[in-house]
Structures are given as C-alpha cells and as structure tokens.
C-alpha cells in the first residue's frame, strides 16, 4: 500500500514535466531587398514592428540591396512594405521554421512582390 501512495505523487510528476509548455518555437526570419532598386527608401515592418527604415540601390551584379534578419516566433505575421512613401505591400504569412521572403519591386509598375523560401537565397 505505500509503494502504491508514492508512486501517484511520482507518476503526477511525470505527467506534469511532460505536457506542453504555451512557449512559442523562435525561428530565423531572414528578408532581402533584392532587385530594381535604385535609391528607394524602402520601410519594413514585421507585425507593425519597425526593421528597416533606409535608402537602397540593389546591385546590378548581385540583384540584392540589403538584408536583414532577426528572430520570429512560429505562427501567423503580418509583413508592410512602403517604398519611398507611396508604394505599399502589406500580406499575411504563417512562420513554422525558418522562412527566407525576397522583396522585389517593379518600377514601372510600382508593384511589390514577395517569394517566400525555407532556404535562404543565393546571390552570385
């Protein structure tokens, strides 16, 4: 009988070291102002938090302005970009591993794209 009544606290202890915490996962949030931009202040936002607030110019060689990268927790985001004050992007995505967006802009057309990777990019 007392091998049964120490074994409950026992086996509730397990239990309770092994449900799952509401911390969420963090994963690398990689972004590339990538190509056609030529001295464009280009603003960032990553669920209305500010990351990149600058004047580019993408490389002709490259195709790539500038990178950026920071800390993201898993699920639902929201991604705003403002390109010299007037061209806006704003588009919803959902984060559950590492996650690479490519921001590239025509302007011509003064159109904002964005390609979505769980690879980071390469430039040669």
């Known amino acids: 009988m007392k091998k049964v009544l120490l074994s409950i606290p026992l086996v509730l202890l397990l239990f309770a070291a092994c449900r799952k915490t509401n911390n969420p996962t963090v994963y690398d949030l990689g972004i590339d102002i990538q190509s056609s931009f030529d001295q464009d202040n280009v603003q960032l936002y990553i669920d209305n938090q500010p990351l990149l607030n600058t004047r580019v110019s993408s490389s002709h060689?490259?195709?790539?302005?500038?990178?950026?990268?920071?800390?993201?927790?898993?699920?639902?985001?929201?991604?705003?970009?403002?390109?010299?004050?007037?061209?806006?992007?704003?588009?919803?995505?959902?984060?559950?591993?590492?996650?690479?967006?490519?921001?590239?802009?025509?302007?011509?057309?003064?159109?904002?794209?964005?390609?979505?990777?769980?690879?980071g990019f390469m430039y040669y």
């Not at 639902?76 to 590492?98: A, L, P, R, Y």
């Open 61 to 119: 060689l490259l195709g790539l302005a500038t990178s950026i990268s920071t800390a993201n927790t898993d699920g639902n985001h929201t991604i705003k970009i403002v390109i010299n004050g007037n061209t806006v992007k704003i588009e919803s995505f959902t984060q559950s591993s590492d996650l690479y967006i490519g921001v590239n802009y025509n302007r011509s057309t003064k159109a904002i794209s964005l390609t979505y990777s769980k690879h």
